[in-house]
Each structure stands twice: as structure tokens, then as C-alpha cells.
């Protein structure tokens, strides 16, 4: 099974300040026979809310996403970056790989504000 | 604009099971596969399993097998999850959400799944 692996597991930025959350799978997800995308998604959960899907395939946002996300990384390592913080940013992050069932979960950064 | 609606909230006795629906309102889960992700309280998400409609194949966790079983009806438009043999673990919000390519586009509101004696 492949296991992510966030980090930090909490993070506190100052609104307007850049925030970045790592996350790291225990194997590749490159998934080249897909024009080389990475099978990694990246979602937000605002507390007693079912997730919402922020970014696909690494680094392709939603529609209706706040371009102040942004995803990147390849191969094993995943960042989600939220360029300058506004106070409905926070929330707890997940990322979550689709290279292969079982379909896996990192374990949630939380994110507040300093 | 589909929305995916789940059945209410659930009081369980240890050594039983439940069922708990979701029903695409709106729409079908057409070609979709759809999941079930729970979280136990203050805790993470976890897949549970999922199913291809069209193609009544469904995949499950090896933790799961045996205990989980996800169906959908003849419409495809309501899928079920059943567990079994509950235990004090499996309190939790269960989610269905809808699978594009692999990632979770459209989410219910969420289940909560109580085991307690």
C-alpha cells in the first residue's frame, strides 16, 4: 500500500503571507502512461464540512479554486501552496493518491492563522 | 447540477451492521465510480471502498473484505454501503463522493456512524 506522509502536521501564517504544505508518498505516482501526470490530489476541510477538491493530477486547479492555490511536484514529492493567506483559508489540508487502490489519505495539515 | 444526498444519522449496538444510502439528486452517478471515505472523529480520511455503476464491480481495502459491501440500485442512482460486525472503531462519518479519474470531485454531507452499547 502506498502511505503519504504530510508535513507539517499544523501551521500557523500570517494573513497575507505565503503558506506551503508538504507532502511525500511512499512510492512514485507518475503515472506515464497518462501524458506523465502525477495521480495526486490535494483537498480542504473546513470543520463539520465534507472535503472539497482543490487540485488534480498535482497541479491542475478546480473550477471555481482561488488562484492563490497552487500545486506542484512529481514522482514522490507534493506541495500545495496558498500564496497569501485570507482568513477562510484555514482549514485542515489532505492530500490523497490515485496511482492505486487502495486509494490513500496523508494524515491532514491544519492550518490557522498566526 | 447533481448533488449527492446521504441518509441520516445511525445508532449502533456492537456485532451489527448498518447500511447507509446516497442518492445523486439531480442525476445519475452516470459513468463515475463512486467511493465511500469515512473519518472517525478528529481523525483523518480513510477509503472504504468504491464502485463502477455501469459495470456493478466494486473494490474494497483488504481491512475491509469480508466486513464491507457497496451496491448501487438498478437506476444508479442511489449507492449503499453496508458494514458489518461493527465495533467502537467504526464510529464515524461516512462520505460517498463521487470519483473523476481517481480524485473526489462532488461530496455528501456525510453519515455519522455511532457504535455504542
Known amino acids: 500500500d502506498i502511505v503519504m506522509t504530510q508535513s507539517p502536521d499544523s501551521l500557523a501564517v500570517s494573513l497575507g503571507e505565503r503558506a506551503t504544505i508538504n507532502c511525500k508518498s511512499s512510492q512514485s505516482i507518475l503515472y506515464s502512461s497518462s501524458n506523465n501526470r502525477n495521480s495526486l490530489a490535494w483537498y480542504q476541510q473546513k470543520p463539520g464540512q465534507p472535503p472539497r477538491l482543490l487540485i488534480s493530477?498535482?497541479?491542475s486547479r478546480e473550477s471555481g479554486v482561488p488562484d492563490r492555490f497552487s500545486g506542484s511536484g512529481s514522482g514522490t514529492d507534493f506541495t500545495l501552496i496558498i500564496s497569501s493567506l485570507q482568513a477562510e483559508d484555514v482549514a485542515v489540508y489532505y492530500c490523497?493518491?490515485?496511482?492505486?487502490?487502495?486509494?490513500?489519505f496523508g494524515q491532514g495539515t491544519k492550518l490557522e492563522i498566526k | 447540477q447533481v448533488q449527492l444526498v446521504q441518509s441520516g444519522a445511525e445508532v449502533k449496538q456492537p456485532g451489527s451492521s448498518v447500511k447507509v444510502s446516497c442518492k445523486a439528486s439531480g442525476g445519475t452517478f452516470s459513468s463515475h465510480a463512486l467511493v465511500w471515505v469515512r473519518q472517525a472523529p478528529g481523525q483523518g480520511l480513510e477509503w472504504v471502498g468504491g464502485?463502477?455503476?455501469?459495470?456493478?464491480?466494486?473494490k474494497y481495502p483488504e481491512k475491509f473484505q469480508g466486513r464491507v459491501k457497496i451496491t448501487t440500485d438498478e437506476s444508479m442512482s442511489t449507492a449503499y454501503l453496508a458494514l458489518s460486525s461493527l465495533t467502537s472503531e467504526d464510529t464515524a462519518v461516512y462520505y460517498c463522493a463521487r470519483e473523476r479519474q481517481g480524485a473526489f470531485d462532488l461530496w455528501g454531507q456525510g453519515t455519522m456512524v455511532t457504535v455504542s452499547s
Open positions: 490523497q493518491q490515485y496511482y492505486t487502490t487502495p486509494y490513500s
Open positions: 464502485i463502477i455503476p455501469i459495470y456493478a464491480r466494486a
Open positions: 493530477w498535482a497541479s
